[in-house]
């Protein structure tokens, strides 16, 4: 069922800071930062020959990342995303195994524009694990 | 600088139960478990098309992510692993930016038999980040 690593995403607190980190001291390729306020965060997007990496910076009163980053005040790792061919499938596999699913269980649009789910870290040791239809 | 993400390693309390539900409930290709006594670590290694998931679970009384799991208890990301061309020329770089280099900042053997570093992770946005020379 798991495809590709579609990307591992890092809460920071200063995407700019962030970024100019991965720009310069690490000499990775870096985008612009983009708002996504729909999603509560502005992303920048570093490419690896592999895979990406995203840093969310949180955005706006109710981000999805600032409880991660109360906890986590110099940021870390937020989570991993899995491409699965059918989202549908694989909730209906993960439910049926016991697993929880976020949410209403209804796939919801991903900052990539793709139906995403997000899976419960207690089911995955301890991991938020995001799932996108490639 | 950076290059491919080699892996993302994920501490777990449990190897045989995280490896079943990584072959089984995400139908993933898990390989068996292997005792590496000299990294005070058991690790799977789950293959992904592009890049692959590294369970760690703790083997012996020193091993480096038990203080991790005391923190969390569930498990969780513990570091993540890029791909370097020249490990020395990556160090000096770090060094010259302020970043710094755990250890004696001479590179160790790894867990794949190649030349290693890790990185402070006060300095990378709380990620704890290991250099793999390619």
């Known amino acids: 069922m798991l495809g590709r690593l579609n990307h591992v995403a890092i809460a920071v607190r200063d995407i700019a800071a962030a970024s100019k980190l991965y720009r310069g001291t690490l000499g990775a390729e870096v ?30 009163p109710d981000s999805p990342i600032a409880k991660f980053l109360e906890k986590n005040p110099d940021g870390g790792i937020h989570h991993i995303c899995y491409e699965v061919e059918d989202i549908l499938a694989a909730r209906d596999r993960l439910l049926n195994s016991g697993a929880r699913v976020l949410g209403s269980g209804a796939p919801k649009i991903g900052a990539h524009g793709k139906p995403v789910l997000f899976l419960h870290p207690k089911d995955f040791n301890g991991t938020l694990i995001e799932l996108e239809q490639a």
């Open 31 to 60: 985008s612009e930062p983009e708002a996504l306020a729909e999603h509560g965060v502005t992303v920048v997007f570093i490419t690896l020959p592999n895979t990406k990496i995203e840093l969310l910076e949180p955005l706006g």
